[in-house]
């Protein structure tokens, strides 16, 4: 026992050597659009603490807009310094890509963003409550439904401002999860953008119950991702040696240089390979929302504030798939033949019961989340035809995507009754007769969500169709289009039942929205309009970031 002792001492004794640690040599101005709104969301938090109740929603709003439209413009200044493409490099030690798919999906991720904070700060749609006006989020998160302290923060005119911080920080994780270039960074990024969201889908001010329900069936089920994405890391740890995208893929390949000796008898296991592709792989494919893992979606959707809903179904479709794509064109191109057999049978399962389902559902809400599933089958199509064009049809697909949804989102929140929003589909009958205009925007939306020409929806599944067929998956697209029928009925259902059903006398109203919705709105429709008109600069656009760095 003493001599063990004497040799923990004399070990702590030996003085350690002065250069062995490295200061981190990090690129501060390339990573600056994440660092933007990292640094707004942490002066929310210190705006909830210092600034006045009455000042704080105003202070925050501006504070949101002008990080994020600070954060995009640092997007358009690095790749016109050519960030995107000649000077495409790995960043922060190794952690972060700077390259053109990470740049585009970053500033697809920046413009959703903006326009959803803009439905987030819509307080006109309400009637005002006790003298004030009141958006969609609850007087006091912390209260019980129901209870006096709940009423008494309603007659004070208490709103929940937090929601904007949240949602920054949720933005900072979407921002680094399609840039990240080690799992570990990757598994970071996950949590920093999940959790804002839980806590942001419970804070609905009407039907709060089913708000909370919500955000609970979406953090357990997160949870379980994220364990499987965890344990998938880990024992690509045990393959590789390494967390490193590079590393990992040079050993799929074969190529790497030099062993860890430690690790020497598990490296090159292909049994530790394939079981945790499969289960980083599960981890990305629930935050597609494919099927099998799906199951969250349709009752977060339904139950979530609705702004949440079209910010959540948006950004976070842009920064999984750009996280997807990485990890099987950067990490697992050598393992093409094992994983593209899954993906191929994960796509088609999830346009085929996407589009059916939705055919079944009469809440708004829930129609737009099997819609939105249906989607990810179609961008999946164009992941599997590893290729650039497929990488440009995905990219393209989601910046148009995204600002689809959140356009039709933002017009759920227009058509209310007594009780709030009216989604039941019974109830938007005749809609066209009442308020043609809402009606109108809404039916370019579906027309789009639908594939219909002169829409950006036709734009992006006819290039993602594309890809995918000359990549040698032309059943997925035969499937693609049988989907595609089968989702334009029940999208043509709506506009039928808006357009040429008798308006009921009890029937919702459309409420007059702000400025802000009103800006949401017109960006969806103008862009929907301009990419299925002339899509072919965007297209390019898209295909010159279409190269990933390793």
Not at 77 to 103: E, F, N, Q, R, W
Not at 387 to 392: D, I, K, L, P, Y
Not at 465 to 485: H, W
Request: hydrophobic fraction near 60%; charge should be neutral.
């Amino acid at each position: 026992m003493t001599a063990a002792h004497s040799l923990w001492t004399l070990a702590a004794a030996v003085p350690a050597p002065v250069d062995r640690i490295p200061a981190p040599k990090i690129e501060y101005a390339q990573l600056a659009p994440t660092l933007i709104v990292v640094g707004a969301a942490v002066l929310g938090i210190l705006v909830e603490a210092f600034v006045p109740r009455k000042s704080r929603y105003y202070v925050q709003v501006f504070l949101a807009v002008a990080a994020l439209a600070s954060a995009f413009a640092a997007v358009v200044g690095l790749a016109a310094g050519g960030y995107g493409s000649t000077k495409a490099h790995i960043a922060a030690m190794g952690a972060i890509a700077v390259d053109g798919p990470a740049l585009f999906l970053q500033g697809t991720i920046l413009l959703a963003s903006v326009v959803a904070v803009f439905t987030f700060a819509e307080r006109r749609l309400d009637p005002a409550a006790h003298g004030n006006r009141v958006d969609s989020f609850a007087a006091q998160a912390a209260s019980v439904p129901g209870s006096d302290s709940e009423k008494t923060a309603v007659k004070a005119g208490f709103t929940t401002t937090e929601v904007f911080p949240l949602a920054l920080f949720a933005i900072a994780g979407m921002l680094i999860f399609p840039a990240a270039n080690d799992l570990l960074t990757l598994f970071i990024a996950l949590e920093v953008f999940s959790l804002p969201l839980y806590l942001l889908c419970a804070v609905a001010r009407r039907q709060r119950l089913m708000s909370q329900e919500a955000a609970v069936k979406y953090f357990l089920l997160g949870a379980f991702s994220s364990a499987f994405l965890l344990f998938g890391i880990a024992l690509l740890y045990g393959y590789a040696g390494s967390v490193s995208y590079a590393t990992i893929a040079d050993v799929v390949d074969g190529t790497v240089a030099k062993v860890d000796p430690a690790l020497a008898s598990t490296m090159g296991n292909d049994a530790l390979l394939l079981i945790g592709g499969a289960l980083v792989l599960m981890g990305l494919i629930f935050k597609v929302g494919a099927v099998p893992f799906h199951m969250w979606t349709p009752d977060v959707y339904q139950g979530a504030p609705t702004p949440v809903t079209g910010f959540m179904a948006a950004a976070t479709k842009v920064a999984a798939f750009g996280a997807l794509l990485r990890l099987l064109y950067v990490v697992l191109p050598g393992l093409r033949w094992d994983w593209r057999p899954v993906m191929w049978a994960v796509a088609i399962v999830t346009m085929l019961a996407g589009a059916v389902i939705a055919v079944t559902q009469t809440d708004v809400k829930r129609l737009l989340a099997y819609s939105s599933i249906a989607h990810a089958g179609f961008i999946l199509a164009g992941v599997i035809a590893t290729s650039a064009e497929g990488v440009q049809s995905v990219l393209f697909y989601l910046g148009a995507y995204s600002f689809v949804t959140i356009g039709a989102f933002a017009v759920v929140t227009l058509v209310r009754d007594a009780g709030g929003e009216a989604t039941h589909l019974s109830k938007w009958a005749g809609l066209g007769r009442r308020s043609p205009l809402t009606a109108a925007v809404f039916a370019v939306f579906l027309l789009a969500f639908a594939g219909i020409p002169l829409t950006s929806g036709f734009a992006g599944k006819f290039a993602v169709f594309k890809a995918a067929a000359e990549g040698g998956a032309g059943v997925l697209v035969v499937v693609g289009v049988i989907s595609s029928a089968i989702a334009a009925f029940f999208y043509i259902r709506v506009i039928v039942l808006m357009f040429f059903s008798e308006p009921k006398a009890d029937g919702p109203t459309v409420a007059v929205p702000s400025p802000l919705t009103m800006t949401t709105i017109a960006v969806g429709v103008a862009v929907t309009l301009v990419l299925g008109l002339a899509p072919q600069y965007f297209l390019e656009l898209a295909g010159q970031a279409s190269t990933f760095v390793r």
